[in-house]
């Protein structure tokens, strides 16, 4: 089974409404990552938080991180019809000598204006 | 600065051809990686290669698959003798050398298909 397994699978929400996704790993990290990605384009890299820290903000983005239950959570507050995408987290393990990314299945989230 | 470039973004193939995958990573990048995504699905990695090194090809198919990075030009994904399980979107990833931090650059992907 997948390192990372994010939770929700979908998720459907209004503009202005907040969107919040959990991702779920099961071995030690060193930094966990977020990612956006829009049907049929590459990967946007939206936040990297490391093992060491607990919670970060970029913009409209808050990220945590709770290594003793081993999950992360992504939230988007006010949320805009541009941000329908699937987000996908991704890890870092220990275990990796170079930093390999293991990704999740990913969250599809749809805003409707 | 252009970001990752893959070519091309659309290939079809019949069952037996050979598929050839191009990576042009930013510029200053010399660390290159490859992902596969299967519909509905995450990524996953297929191999990690430096300029005429290959990293780590732990998620590389043993037969009909292989990369390279040569010092000049592009990075390659061949894949002989496709089959239809090969039909997915194939990502090209770079990072700069010893940043630390591992945050990866993709590019907009490769939609093979085989019919």
């Known amino acids: 089974s997948q390192q990372g397994e994010e939770d929700p699978q979908a998720l459907s929400i209004q503009e202005g409404e907040n969107a919040t996704m959990n991702c779920s790993y099961k071995?030690?990290?060193?930094?966990l990552q977020w990612y956006r990605q829009n049907s049929g384009r590459g990967l946007v890299h939206l936040i990297l938080?490391?093992?060491?820290?607990r919670e970060k903000h970029s913009g409209r983005l808050r990220v945590t991180l709770d290594t003793s239950k081993k999950s992360s959570s992504l939230l988007i507050t006010a949320s805009r019809a541009a941000d329908t995408a699937s987000y996908f987290c991704?890890?870092?393990?220990?275990?990796?000598?170079?930093?390999?990314?293991?990704f999740g299945a990913g969250t599809q989230v749809v805003v409707t204006p | 600065n252009a970001g990752v470039m893959q070519n091309p973004r659309h290939l079809v193939r019949r069952r037996g051809q050979e598929a050839r995958l191009r990576c042009s990573p930013m510029?200053?990048?010399?660390?290159v990686y490859w992902y596969r995504q299967l519909p509905e699905e995450g990524l996953k990695f297929m191999v990690y290669?430096?300029?005429?090194?290959?990293?780590?090809e732990s998620g590389m198919p043993k037969e009909r698959f292989s990369a390279e990075f040569p010092k000049e030009g592009p990075s390659i994904l061949r894949i002989q003798q496709v089959v239809r399980g090969d039909s997915a979107a194939y990502f090209c990833?770079?990072?700069?050398?010893?940043?630390?931090?591992?945050?990866?650059?993709f590019g907009p992907g490769t939609r093979l298909t085989v019919t």
């Open positions: 991704a890890t870092s393990m220990t275990t990796d000598s170079w930093g390999k990314l293991q």
């Open positions: 071995t030690s990290i060193n930094n």
């Open positions: 938080i490391r093992s060491n820290e």
């Open positions: 510029k200053g990048h010399s660390h």
């Open positions: 290669l430096q300029k005429e090194n290959i990293i780590d």
């Open positions: 990833a770079s990072s700069l050398p010893g940043q630390g931090t591992y945050e990866q650059y």
